[in-house]
């Protein structure tokens, strides 16, 4: 058994334990997730072991990064088991803050990055990365760690994430983890607790379009031929509706203007099973 | 004859003398300009020296919180005199990026803050105050010092960095600095520079109308009557377009519901005398 997990909940006692480290010399990594863990965020924590000497992660979900009609309310939440889990993967510190210690009144910024958030799932949850920017920015802001660690599972927001730490000159290296996966293909996801045991034999069927995309590509068909082909196995599959299924390039996450790729390629698609949204991408 | 002034250019070289100076145990100031200084800039050294070992100034002229009819190609520059000026008051570092070093190719980021950036200013100037958050934001990243001064001639952007520096927990005691003024009453201001002679004896009335603005609700006049008096003395003096003459919640900025104030009260103004937008404001 190890150790309990320490725990704050607040800006100054983290700035403390902080300082404390780093007058000891020692390199700080920061995990920020929204708890309801699971294999994805340890192996995140696993990564920053690997870069820091001290580890903190950062459990919060943020109200402001899900729109009015998404699963705010509903989103899993279960302190005691992200703790241990945490702890478990060599952790140090948990940083759990609360909504008034994270946006106390009065609380009036937003932080908007245009380009990169524009699309996807930009344009299908308008306001989630501002949402997602403006906390994250804080959390890096109180933190104020060497290397903070985002998992590729959600690709354009870690594109967003490198942008906005250039943008505002935050002295941190944004490391990008791989997507770990269920033995089937399925990306982990702490919303994929929502799915029905059904939903759940269907779901690797969006990893699997996606590989399958990549393939055709690599066969030299056209970035419409592959988009369509990978729409309508989703739609076979079960899916529906489907709010993307897109080649795109990996680093400004703009189309293609030829009918073929002629830049780094990343395919993302987000697509409804049942009443959960799930989303994944590769490269291409 | 004061030694010249070190300038660095770039957020390496000046992170790399800030580090120094910590590591020495010093205290960092800043004060952020857009150049063209004057004794009001220099009171902002002065105060600043009062709180930090060492003082860094910028001059930065931020293309972002100008629009597109105003005067950014106009805005007075003249960086040998400014560093003199500043060398003889104490500073110890100039920062003067370029634009290139403060919006690299690619540059994506916006900071908004709601609420005190809304009116006067905000409404008379789209855009303003996001550009003055986001550039004053970066400075606040780039160099981390423990106090950055800003005057209040400028009172509602103070409001807003006071804002943008708690909400997004910038580790910074931002200061607010008297308005230096000229022995006739006006504000001293980079733009006065533009003033035309004749212009020049008109605009005392600005601060003269704040001041007798300031009697009149003292002797229990209703807000609407001193803000009706305010603007014809602005008018009968020769000033206008007047932008705003209100009286506000100096915190807030927001009116008052009542006829009379009944909580902390500012007075600001915004005109124009001739081709040039002039602002001032007091406390009430």
């Not at 402001?64 to 279960?78: I, K, L």
Request: net charge negative; proline share 7%.
């Amino acid at each position: 058994m190890p150790a309990p997990l320490p725990v704050v909940r607040t800006v100054a006692e983290l700035r403390a334990q902080v300082a404390a480290w780093r007058s000891s010399g020692e390199r700080i990594g920061l995990v920020p997730t929204m708890g309801a863990l699971h294999e994805g965020h340890l192996s995140l924590v696993e990564l920053a072991r690997g870069q820091a000497a001290r580890v903190i992660a950062s459990v919060f979900v943020n109200p402001t990064q899900f729109g009015p009609n998404e699963d705010f309310d509903a989103y899993p939440r279960g302190e005691a088991r992200d703790a241990a889990l945490l702890a478990g993967a060599g952790c140090d510190l948990l940083y759990a803050p609360t909504a008034d210690e994270m946006y106390p009144q009065g609380f009036a910024t937003t932080i908007n990055i245009s380009g990169v958030s524009e699309p996807l799932d930009g344009a299908a949850r308008p306001g989630h990365f501002a949402g997602v920017a403006t906390v994250v920015t804080k959390l890096l802001t109180q933190t104020a760690p060497d290397v903070a660690v985002f998992g590729e599972k959600d690709y354009q927001q870690l594109l967003v994430i490198r942008r906005l730490a250039r943008d505002l000159d935050l002295p941190v290296e944004i490391v990008g983890a791989p997507t770990a996966r269920a033995p089937d293909g399925l990306a982990l996801s702490s919303r994929n607790a929502y799915l029905s045991a059904a939903a759940r034999e269907v779901a690797p069927a969006l990893h699997a379009a996606l590989r399958d995309a990549v393939a055709r590509l690599a066969e030299g068909k056209t970035v419409e031929q592959v988009e369509l082909t990978g729409r309508a196995a989703l739609e076979r599959a079960g899916f529906g509706p489907i709010d993307y299924f897109e080649v795109r390039n990996a680093e400004t996450l703009r189309r293609f203007e030829g009918a073929r790729p002629d830049g780094p390629v990343r395919l993302l698609a987000a697509a409804r099973l049942g009443r959960t949204r799930l989303i994944d991408n590769i490269a291409g």
